[in-house]
Nanobody
């Protein structure tokens, strides 16, 4: 069992930045791939970014590539998402996830020994 709690969301103007954090508990996350997905009201979930267990590789959705950076600190059991040059289209609830495979997060097929949190709201608006 892994419990995940996201934080760091808020209201920012277009072009602004936010840094999201995801604190994990229950088990060390060092043996899990981790990532982020988002969901806006009335829309389906959308993959954002993922990273492997050691944090050495990362994969991003085309819509955020070059603007967002995913990282992790396994000693702190924490995942991060640095979001720069935010756009109104980025407005959504952002959820972090822990999964047995990076691919599970990329394709949003979270099952079995996969987990996700309640989410944190990110609103990009003038």
């Amino acid at each position: 069992q892994v419990q995940l709690v996201e934080s760091g969301g808020g209201l920012v103007q277009p072009g602004g930045s936010l840094r999201l954090s995801c604190a994990a508990s229950g088990r060390p996350v060092s043996n899990y791939a981790m990532g982020w997905f988002r969901q806006a009201p009335g829309k389906e979930r959308e993959f954002v970014a993922s990273t492997n267990r050691g944090g050495g590789t990362a994969y991003y959705a085309d819509s955020v590539k070059g603007r967002f950076t995913i990282s992790r600190d396994n000693t702190k059991n924490t995942l991060y998402l640095q979001m720069n040059n935010l756009r109104p289209e980025d407005t959504a609830v952002y959820h972090c996830a822990a999964a047995s495979r990076m691919h599970n997060i990329v394709i949003l097929n979270l099952d079995g020994d996969d987990y996700w949190g309640q989410g944190t709201q990110v609103t990009v608006s003038s």
